[in-house]
């Protein structure tokens, strides 16, 4: 586990650096992993995208009484990861890209 935790940790900081870069889609992206860090902490590994955000909304907040927000953003997160990596047309921004980190 502790593997795993250390690439989201390393997935935080790509997404840092790629901001300053002005490599926006790929900061969403990297910023996505880099949330699953929180399941990791739970011992939660999911195997797909879809079980990643049911089992956030599950461990942090029907367990721990997270504000239901939370899980919207991290929802919405995964919608910016998946344009941002396989839809042409999308370009994430500055913007998008800081609010996701």
Known sequence: MKKLFNKASES???SKIAIENERYNMSVNRSYYAAKALLLKK?????THNGTIQQFGLEYVVKDDFN???AKIFSDLEDFR??????A???AT???AKENL
């Open 43 to 47: 011992g939660q590994t999911p195997k």
């Open 12 to 14: 935080l900081k790509d």
């Open 68 to 70: 239901s927000e939370i």
């Open 89 to 91: 047309y999308f370009n």
């Open 94 to 96: 500055e913007d998008n």
């Open 82 to 87: 998946e344009n941002s990596d396989y839809d």
